[in-house]
């Protein structure tokens, strides 16, 4: 896990250095990444950990209206919580929108919601002498495997200057919310790499002839 958000940083920042002083035409259209850090709780598992984020993101209205489907990986452990010993990872396919409530030049405050489903699978209790139970006895590994179903709200600040490639957005609190006592609350920081429109790669091709 921890390569696997060293590399997310790498992109990060190969982006952000190459992008820096370009200035195109874009097409409203861009690959959006992100890095979080957040718990996890359901019916009997619970834990925090890391995720990252992969999606496409088409934009509307000038920019102020957003929609991106996505895919969210992460791994999850209980840290610092007085639960047995329980690894686990989710996957989560989803379907966002988010709207600017309040737009400057080139930061904007947003609020966005959307729909997802999650598929859970770890182990729950080692089954080893640190693995008790409530009562002091010893409970055998339980593996895990659920699909969750659930809708998010959210609530962050956008940075985007539209001659720049590359545009951030902070979210200091993202909430899901499902059946099966889903919940999932992160922090989350993403990056959207803009991609160039079609008469942007016509002209380059123009004068390259």
């Known amino acids: 896990m921890k390569q696997t958000v060293g590399l997310a940083f790498v992109v990060f920042i190969f982006f952000?250095?190459?992008s820096a002083g370009q200035s195109a035409e874009f097409s409203g259209s861009s690959i959006k990444t992100g890095l979080a850090l957040g718990g996890f709780s359901g019916k009997v598992e619970e834990g925090v950990g890391f995720m990252m984020s992969l999606g496409y993101q088409k934009s509307y209205r000038e920019g102020r209206l957003?929609?991106?489907?996505?895919i969210i990986a992460g791994s999850f452990r209980p840290v610092g919580l007085h639960q047995r010993d329980q690894y686990y990872r989710l996957t989560s396919l989803g379907l966002n929108v988010s709207s600017d409530v309040i737009k400057g030049r080139s930061i904007s405050l947003f609020i966005g919601t959307g729909v997802s489903l999650n598929y859970l699978r770890g182990i729950l209790g080692a089954g080893g002498p640190d693995d008790k139970s409530y009562y002091g006895g010893r409970q055998p590994s339980d593996y895990l495997y659920k699909l969750y179903y659930a809708?998010?709200?959210?609530?962050?600040?956008?940075?985007?200057?539209?001659?720049r490639r590359v545009a951030y957005q902070f979210l200091p609190f993202t909430g899901y919310f499902g059946n099966k006592n889903f919940n999932l609350g992160f922090a989350r920081f993403d990056v959207d790499i803009k991609l160039n429109s079609k008469s942007q790669g016509t002209s380059s091709s123009s004068q390259k002839k």
């Open 66 to 70: 957003r929609l991106n489907p996505d």
């Open 151 to 163: 809708g998010n709200l959210a609530l962050g600040f956008r940075f985007d200057q539209k001659e």
């Open 16 to 18: 952000t250095l190459t």
